[in-house]
């Protein structure tokens, strides 16, 4: 699940789901995805709510195909595949958008063949070598990488600023009132030192 970062932030599913309730938010997913009926039917309350909004209010996407959005309507939350999401938008702090941590589920893929195809045992070995090798990793790294290259800095929003002289001042100040005290403490214990007599015997 994906949000744009705005000033009222949604940073996970349940406040999302207050956010629906409330009318501030809205969440769409694809016509043809599962999404949905995994919401609607979840034992999860939020994941619930988030569900039900989206079949009542029909809050599905424009194209039917699950892909990542190009652009997304302000204040609305997209469902689909985390790795989709990061290789079109980036991951932080490359991206303008809030890529949930949370998953709503979890599926296999499989590549299906007819029964008498005759090389089922090579086709295993060389897709376990791919996947054990870190190839398909790896391709999926250098896409993420080509994604974070593609980033415009200037699509970030200007409330986000890097800290500047002026918000470091006050911790400059008491920095240098701790330098002096440190300094008067040293000159005080010097003098002590030197009126402290040492007997003679």
């Not at 599905?60 to 990542?68: G, H, K, P, R």
Request: with cysteine; glycine share 6%; net charge neutral.
């Amino acid at each position: 699940m994906m949000v744009p970062q705005f000033a009222h932030d949604v940073r996970n599913i349940k406040e999302l789901a207050a956010a629906i309730l409330d009318g501030e938010y809205k969440a769409s997913t694809s016509k043809g995805s599962v999404d949905k009926e995994l919401l609607s039917r979840s034992i999860d309350e939020s994941l619930q709510v988030i569900g039900e909004y989206i079949i009542e209010e029909s809050w599905f996407s424009e194209d039917n195909i699950v892909v990542a959005p190009k652009y997304i309507k302000d204040f609305t939350a997209v469902l689909g595949p985390r790795f989709f999401f990061l290789l079109e938008y980036g991951e932080l702090p490359f991206t303008t958008k809030r890529i949930f941590k949370e998953t709503i589920s979890f599926w296999n893929v499989g590549l299906a063949i007819r029964k008498d195809f005759c090389c089922k045992k090579h086709i295993e070995k060389y897709i376990t070598r791919i996947l054990y090798t870190g190839i398909y990793k790896k391709f999926y790294e250098d896409e993420l990488f080509k994604a974070r290259l593609n980033f415009n800095w200037r699509d970030i929003d200007p409330k986000i600023k890097a800290l500047s002289l002026s918000d470091l001042v006050g911790a400059f100040i008491m920095l240098g009132v701790g330098f002096c005290i440190g300094f008067v403490v040293l000159l005080i214990e010097t003098q002590k030192v030197n009126l402290i007599i040492i007997p003679c015997k």
